[in-house]
């Protein structure tokens, strides 16, 4: 149902199972990589404590994905790329059946930062929503005070004929049971069909 790997002009991106994803490295990366603070500081997730932690996040993309409930990705860069081969971060979308609607997401290692990959990833997730599955809707969302993820969504949303719709109050619940605010923005098919030909 969803594409197994996806390749962009710079990045690869790949399911996210145990077996695309070498668990040491992944381990390192969502425990203790520079920067992996500030990366957890707007998601749902604290920085992982245990390899079994790592292991279980890996086990539910590939859950999940078996399920038809979600396409979640290891983010690769390509040849040409600084870091190619590397683990930049992950990302991918829930899918709301019922509401025929994507909900996409992502997160990237610090050092990755600024180089435009959330919008080619969120790009290429959005043709995978309406050209594979024939979506109506692909939505994305951030804090209100995350301005690095605004910026980035801003940018490719009006690049694909989307827009801001507003914001959710005590939408978002994190690990540690604090409640948060999110800006959410909508990508119509129809919108997106005008956008990009």
Not at 20 to 30: F, G, K, P, S, T
Not at 123 to 148: G, K, Q, T, W, Y
Request: with cysteine.
């Amino acid at each position: 149902m969803f594409p197994e790997t996806i390749e962009t002009e710079r990045l690869r991106l790949e399911s996210r199972r145990p077996e695309n994803v070498d668990l040491d490295a992944c381990y390192r990366i969502c425990s203790s990589d520079p920067g992996i603070d500030e990366v957890t500081e707007y998601v749902t997730w604290d920085p992982h404590e245990t390899k079994q932690e790592t292991l279980e996040f890996l086990e539910r993309g590939r859950e999940r994905w078996e399920d038809h409930e979600a396409a979640d990705y290891v983010i690769r860069p390509r040849d040409g790329e600084e870091g190619v081969g590397e683990i930049a971060g992950f990302g991918g979308f829930d899918v709301d059946w019922e509401k025929r609607t994507a909900v996409l997401g992502t997160w990237l290692r610090k050092r990755f930062w600024g180089r435009g990959y959330s919008g080619e990833r969120a790009a290429a997730l959005v043709e995978v929503a309406f050209e594979d599955l024939d979506l109506d809707i692909v939505a994305v969302s951030h804090r209100p005070d995350n301005d690095n993820s605004r910026r980035a969504i801003q940018r490719y949303v009006d690049r694909l004929g989307g827009r801001r719709e507003g914001l959710l109050r005590n939408h978002l619940t994190f690990a540690d049971g604090s409640v948060h605010d999110e800006v959410r923005y909508t990508i119509a098919q129809e919108e997106w069909r005008e956008a990009t030909n």
